[in-house]
């Protein structure tokens, strides 16, 4: 029987459904890695088990939304390729399938433009399609492999399979790795200015324009100066804010739900009241337990999500590129290949530029190991170029005789 369409398994997408387990169990094989009856979870078929893995981050929805696509796209390919079920995928099925998340085949039935994935009737759109217009990039292959080696080491972990059938990938990924790579995903200021000075000169042609450019430029500050996450950013209320002995922090739950107190600058301060001012909130200063989201809709009562926030910084980044584009067009296609993510690797550069210790960025950012916070190594490269300047292969001239070499003082290194 040709294939002609694929149906989603979930729907929606973050939820488990009676289509997933009608569609997985009808295609059971050999089960050769399953453990009989020694499961710590309460499942008895693959259908259960991925409930059961998907269940763990109810709470955390964008860790979930990821989890649940990379899991839907192996299954929709299990029944609809190899005819096989979860515990019976074996190492050279998976290789198979890394295969084809590069380039899924035929085309047309797995591939296609963002649409729905339900009709207003509550059906299947036929129109939908795992992937978009191509097979995955290179990264998000690599995201893919993350997601489905965590979802594997899950079913190891509760005795429902007996082995990882990625753990092969996993040890060869980790002896190969490469040295960990400098971030250069950053804005410099003059870059972040030309997106500030777009910003003000936006034209104001509709209503609610006025709230959009103060809200984008809020955003811009609010991320630069507190190095948030994009989800930080849209799971936090104005209520995070709180104060001291004089000083203001947001606190922040943030990876693996850890709490950070992040330091306040002056000049996020002014910001904050500036944005609170213009769209109308009672006061300059977020009020105790204040329930306003931190970044908010027009009606100040319910929060953007993460990816809107991107939205919005995308079309801002391009309006400072477009003011650039003239007289530093290297610095324009920068910005057009900016997204929310390199205003926080732009704060933790600039917090160590500025002088503060690799502890306080480090805990400023929420990074989990120390290592992550000295991949910022490029906050050196001015003075180091500076130093390297001078490098010449013309002849030097010899002093003068009755002039003497300076001797290095050792102190100095």
């Given amino acids: 029987?040709?294939?002609?369409?694929?149906?989603?398994?979930?729907?929606?997408?973050?939820?488990?459904?009676?289509?997933?387990?009608?569609?997985?169990?009808?295609?059971?094989?050999?089960?050769?890695?399953r453990i009989a009856g020694e499961a710590l979870i309460d499942?008895?078929?693959?259908?259960?088990?991925?409930?059961?893995?998907?269940?763990?981050?109810?709470?955390?929805?964008?860790?979930?939304?990821?989890?649940?696509?990379?899991?839907?796209?192996?299954?929709?390919?299990?029944i609809h390729v190899v005819k096989i079920n979860i515990a019976s995928l074996r190492r050279n099925h998976l290789v198979e399938y890394l295969s084809f998340l590069k380039n899924p085949q035929p085309q047309k039935i797995w591939c296609?433009?963002?649409?729905?994935?339900?009709?207003?009737?509550?059906s299947p759109n036929p129109a939908w399609r795992p992937f978009g217009s191509n097979g995955l990039s290179s990264v998000t292959t690599n995201k893919a492999i993350t997601i489905l080696d965590s979802f594997f080491n899950y079913l190891v972990q509760t005795n429902y399979l007996s082995g990882n059938p990625l753990a092969v990938e996993r040890r060869r990924k980790k002896r190969n790795r490469e040295s960990p790579r400098i971030i250069d995903r950053y804005l410099e200021t003059d870059e972040m200015q030309a997106v500030l000075d777009a910003l003000s000169e936006y034209p104001i042609q509709e209503e609610d324009t006025p709230f959009q450019v103060t809200r984008a430029r809020y955003i811009i500050l609010l991320l630069f100066y507190t190095g948030l996450r994009i989800a930080e950013s849209a799971n936090h209320k104005m209520g995070n804010f709180s104060q001291r002995e004089g000083n203001w922090f947001l606190r922040v739950i943030g990876k693996g739900k850890k709490s950070r107190d992040i330091p306040v600058p002056d000049e996020l301060l002014?910001?904050?009241?500036?944005?609170?001012?213009?769209?109308?909130?009672?006061?300059?200063?977020?009020?105790?337990?204040?329930?306003?989201?931190?970044?908010?809709?027009?009606?100040?009562?319910?929060?953007?999500?993460?990816?809107?926030?991107?939205?919005?910084?995308?079309?801002?980044?391009?309006?400072?590129?477009?003011?650039?584009?003239?007289?530093?067009?290297?610095?324009?296609?920068k910005l057009r290949s900016a997204s929310a993510h390199w205003l926080r690797h732009t704060y933790v550069?600039?917090?160590?530029?500025?002088?503060?210790?690799?502890?306080?960025?480090?805990?400023?950012?929420?990074?989990?190991?120390v290592g992550t916070t000295m991949r910022y190594r490029h906050i050196a490269q001015t003075d180091r170029h500076t130093a390297t300047k001078g490098l010449s292969l013309k002849k030097r001239r010899?002093?003068?005789?009755?002039?003497?070499?300076?001797?290095?003082?050792i102190k100095r290194y």
Wanted: aromatic share 8%; net charge neutral.
């Fill in 1 to 33: 029987m040709t294939l002609t369409h694929i149906s989603p398994l979930f729907l929606p997408i973050n939820s488990s459904n009676d289509l997933m387990g009608k569609e997985i169990i009808q295609f059971t094989a050999d089960n050769y890695n």
């Fill in 43 to 78: 499942a008895k078929n693959d259908v259960e088990a991925i409930s059961a893995f998907l269940s763990e981050y109810r709470e955390s929805p964008l860790t979930l939304l990821a989890y649940t696509k990379e899991i839907e796209r192996l299954l929709l390919w299990c």
């Fill in 112 to 122: 296609g433009p963002k649409v729905a994935r339900q009709l207003k009737d509550g």
């Fill in 270 to 333: 002014k910001a904050l009241a500036e944005f609170r001012e213009k769209v109308g909130l009672p006061s300059s200063q977020p009020q105790f337990r204040e329930k306003t989201p931190l970044i908010p809709m027009q009606n100040l009562t319910q929060p953007i999500s993460a990816r809107r926030i991107n939205q919005i910084l995308k079309w801002a980044f391009r309006l400072g590129a477009n003011k650039l584009e003239f007289q530093h067009p290297r610095k324009a296609s």
């Fill in 349 to 369: 550069t600039y917090l160590l530029d500025s002088g503060a210790p690799l502890k306080v960025a480090q805990e400023n950012a929420g990074h989990s190991d």
């Fill in 398 to 409: 010899d002093p003068e005789p009755n002039q003497s070499r300076e001797i290095p003082d």
